[in-house]
């Protein structure tokens, strides 16, 4: 198997690998095994939110809120919103999309990292 087909098909687990090293560059800069916990930390929580925000961006979150005019229909005429319709497509099951797992996967890996490191 090709090192270029590796990376493809294990991404987080090929950043999981650039993680660690950056983090014994960090470690050999800084000489402080906590400075380089909290680096860790820090960057975790970050692609924790990124992660969150790509299972948000599918939570429809703002269904049934606004109702743009259908092609031909007048602005002042204002149906009501059909209230099931609506519960329906808020009701459906949490989304997780690639992206959003592999920043959870990648926020999760480096925050258990920096507590195991805060160990040492």
Do not use: C
Request: aromatic share 10%; charged share 20%; proline share 2%.
């Amino acid at each position: 198997m090709k090192i270029t087909n590796f990376i493809k098909t294990h991404k987080a687990l090929t950043t999981d690998v650039i993680l660690i090293l950056a983090g014994i560059i960090d470690w050999l800069i800084t000489r402080n095994v906590i400075v380089t916990s909290n680096h860790f930390f820090m960057i975790g929580l970050a692609l924790l939110l990124i992660g969150v925000a790509f299972v948000l961006e599918r939570g429809h979150l703002l269904t049934g809120w606004f109702r743009r005019p259908a092609k031909g229909e007048e602005k002042l005429k204002r149906k009501k919103i059909d209230v099931h319709k609506v519960g329906r497509i808020k009701n459906s099951p949490i989304v997780f999309t690639k992206p959003a797992r592999y920043f959870l996967h990648i926020g999760i890996f480096t925050v258990v990292v920096s507590i195991l490191v805060s160990f040492i």
